[in-house]
């Protein structure tokens, strides 16, 4: 899969480190059918550039690229009030000497603060331009548009990017990341039996899901919900991963037996607290260091947990977690994290 026809910033000098995570792994195996459990490693794509990294950096790296070859003045984006996708977006424009506006959906009623702590703060801090804020359900398109068209009426070039960078442009970051773990493998000596990673937007599954396919990496790839689950997910997915095989010239059909996800993690709701994001979070915290965040990689973790418990991830496998970081939303769910407040079961 050759990317290099596509325009492309470069905001990480390094591949992202791959680590086993032996402590964490022997802590779940203790509480697995037998005290046996998988092998646990982790892809520290928290550890992209533009601080403090996250998935969304490698999507950016094109789509930004795009913007700057449109000629765009000003980025405009959407997410929930603490969203780990607008922060690094903002991070890119700053870099690049752009403008960035938000459009901010309240996806749980009155939890837009203006003085909130975590990636809200950062919006604050690296001088976001404008930030509009819209009730849960509205449409998020034609709200970016209605902010970019303000802007055109005012002499500018916005370039609008779609929630978590999910689209096929975007997409091709994480085929860059296959390509990139496909090196690594091959350099290190090493071989997985299952990838797990979050299923949001879809960019990050599908992008990788492409990028597996394209590349012949045999690894079958679980997605877990941070928002939905499988019925309403899947399809996100499979149009995603389609997205990039055909903005690559790749005349196949992605198989859908291949989109995998897993739901019931997730819930009460998107970005709220529950008890086994609490448990993922500060299992490997307390046995690695390892930081989570409670909207995304914590419930994904908890995913992973519930899956080597239940036997899906099997005794001696080799389960590499992708961590798509969401570090500074961590400070704005101490409370929650820490036990000291009631959360859903």
């Known amino acids: 899969m050759d990317l290099s026809r596509f325009p492309r910033r470069r905001y990480t000098p390094f591949a992202t480190p791959i680590e086993p995570l032996p402590r964490f792994s022997a802590a779940l195996a203790a509480s697995c059918p037998g005290g046996q459990g998988p092998e646990v490693w982790v892809k520290r794509d928290d550890m992209l550039g533009l601080f403090p990294g996250g998935n969304k950096t490698r999507k950016l790296e094109f789509l930004v690229a795009d913007a700057l070859a ?132 879809s960019g990050t599954h599908g992008g990788l899901l492409a990028g597996f396919l394209g590349n012949r990496i045999p690894i079958p790839i679980t997605g877990i919900g941070v928002s939905r689950d499988p019925a309403d997910q899947e399809p996100l997915v499979w149009k995603e991963a389609q997205a990039v095989f055909d903005l690559l010239g790749i005349a196949e059909a992605v198989p859908r037996e291949k989109v995998v996800s897993v739901g019931g993690y997730w819930q009460p709701k998107y970005s709220v607290p529950n008890a086994r994001m609490v448990e993922a979070v500060q299992l490997a915290a307390r046995t690695e260091g390892l930081l989570l965040d409670p909207v995304y990689t914590g419930k994904i973790m908890a995913g992973l947990i519930g899956l080597a418990r239940d036997g899906c991830l099997r005794p001696g496998e080799r389960v590499l977690f992708l961590h798509t970081g969401g570090l500074p939303s961590l400070h704005a769910y101490e409370a929650a994290v820490l036990g000291k407040t009631p959360v859903a079961p």
């Open 70 to 201: 449109q000629g765009a003045d000003t980025l405009v984006t959407c997410g929930a009030p603490q969203s780990n996708h607008c922060r690094i977006t903002l991070a890119a424009a700053v870099k690049e000497g752009l403008q960035c506006r938000f459009v901010i959906e309240e996806r749980v009623p009155d939890s837009f603060h203006e003085d909130a702590s975590g990636n809200h703060f950062m919006f604050r801090l690296m001088g976001v331009e404008a930030i509009t804020v819209v009730p849960a359900g509205t449409p998020m398109a034609p709200a970016m548009q209605k902010v970019a068209d303000e802007l055109a009426a005012a002499g500018r070039k916005a370039y609008v990017i779609p929630g978590g960078g999910s689209n096929a442009i975007g997409g091709l970051g994480y085929v860059a990341c296959a390509q990139e773990l496909q090196q690594q493998m091959f350099e290190q000596g090493l071989r997985f039996d299952h990838v797990i990673v979050g299923s949001g937007s």
